[in-house]
């Protein structure tokens, strides 16, 4: 499994193309392109889906089953997980804690330290073990709505937020802040992604890109 392919965005003839490669001509015009300025040459598009085991001390959440690109219908089940400094990724499940090092290749990705706190990231590894250590965790405490994937990470997440001296976060709160906001912007890149798969390239007129289609 991949993060998937760069999509590149480029301007002509009025027109923002979406492609995984600069063709020749123009999908639009079918002009040769030609690029007058900086403003329209090619850039990539930064993805909101990140190789999950190639992130330190994270927040992560991927499709429960198939992959954000391949599958995902905006109202599939999610599930969640926590990176420890070597990108292996602590979740919980009916099986209990897991620790994976394959299967989290397109995830989205929550930072959960903050750039200066060095000292809790060379602790991070033993909290994580810790914490993921006790009874709280074990396969029978599992109960699909109510102690969950989700109750696991977010109560970590709570642990450390404490340690940095600030204050907790329950579910609908850390949803709404951090969750919400990524989804739905990764939802609008998965549209997208599909539509370029399909056709090659996407095309949109520059005035309705003011709205921002990412
Ligand atoms: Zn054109």
Not at 35 to 58: K, M, W, Y
Not at 176 to 188: D, I, L, N, W, Y
Request: proline letters at 5%; hydrophobic letters at 35%.
């Amino acid at each position: 499994m991949q993060p998937g392919r760069a999509i590149i965005q480029f301007r002509h003839c009025g027109k923002d193309v979406y492609c995984f490669r600069v063709p020749d001509l123009c999908p639009a015009c079918h002009g040769p392109l030609s690029f007058r300025n900086l403003d329209e040459a090619p850039i990539s598009i930064a993805t909101p889906l990140v190789h999950g085991h190639q992130q330190q001390c994270v927040f992560l959440l991927r499709p429960t089953l198939g992959t954000f690109l391949r599958d995902y219908d905006g109202n599939a089940d999610l599930h969640v997980g926590i990176t420890n400094t070597h990108g292996i990724v602590y979740n919980y499940n009916e099986q209990g804690v897991q620790r994976d090092e394959v299967g989290w290749e397109q995830s989205i990705s929550i930072p959960l330290l903050q750039p200066n706190m060095f000292g809790l990231m060379d602790q991070w590894d033993k909290y994580l073990e810790e914490f993921s250590a006790t009874d709280d965790w074990s396969p029978s405490r599992y109960e699909e709505h109510r102690h969950n994937c989700y109750t696991y990470a977010l109560t970590f997440i709570n642990y450390i937020l404490t340690a940095e001296g600030k204050h907790q976060l329950d579910k609908d709160e850390f949803t709404e802040k951090f969750v919400v906001p990524r989804t739905r912007r990764a939802s609008k890149y998965i549209t997208l992604y599909r539509a370029i798969e399909e056709g090659g390239f996407y095309v949109i007129d520059r005035l309705d890109s003011d709205t921002n289609l990412l």
